[in-house]
């Protein structure tokens, strides 16, 4: 099963990249306008780390992401539910957006990550913990958005300091 979850997290953050550097790529002559998307959507969330602790698993499952962008300015606010079978991590977020082609941002934040199950793992551990971002979206179409992001959960895991990364893609639609 450890296979299985690292595999899958190989593949889904292998995935990200190279839908973000394909679109990335054919963009490349546009002018670098980025994308003011606001989104919601929906995807896989996979957790690569564990702290050695009995039940601290990596753990797959999935996200809700969101972003709501703020006119004429180059941060948006985010909110993210990465959930497991047993619980969720709800984490709001606030990023620094940068355009990198015509409709694609790469972008970096931070947050923090409240579980409402404390002890039950998530894809991003199982306490309550600061959260730092990196990802990048593409705006496809009218209404379609693609993402893709990692989230590191700083001293996530309960009895002990270690830290948690997860990985998650997902495609949202625009309002």
């Not at 997290?9 to 606001?38: C, E, R, W």
């Not at 709501?68 to 709800?90: C, D, Q, Y």
């Not at 997860?166 to 639609?173: E, I, K, L, T, V």
Request: glycine share 14%; proline share 5%.
């Amino acid at each position: 099963m450890k296979g299985l979850l690292k595999n899958a997290a190989m593949v889904m953050s292998t995935a990200s990249i190279l839908a973000v550097s394909a679109t990335m790529a054919a963009a490349q002559d546009a002018p670098q306008k980025g994308t003011d998307a606001s989104y919601v959507g929906g995807g896989i969330s996979a957790g690569v780390t564990h702290d050695g602790q009995p039940g601290n698993s990596a753990t797959f499952g999935g996200n809700i992401q969101g972003r709501l962008a703020i006119p004429n300015v180059p941060i948006s606010a985010r909110g993210a539910v990465l959930f497991s079978s047993e619980t969720s991590a709800i984490m709001p977020i606030v990023s620094y957006d940068i355009p990198v082609a015509n409709n694609v941002n790469v972008y970096v934040g931070g947050g923090y990550s409240f579980v409402e199950r404390d002890g039950k793992s998530t894809p991003l551990g199982n306490r309550n913990a600061p959260v730092v971002t990196v990802g990048g979206e593409a705006h496809l179409g009218s209404n379609i958005v693609v993402y893709g992001d990692g989230k590191w959960g700083i001293n996530a895991y309960q009895n002990s300091q270690g830290d948690a990364l997860s990985f998650q893609a997902g495609m949202g639609y625009r309002f």
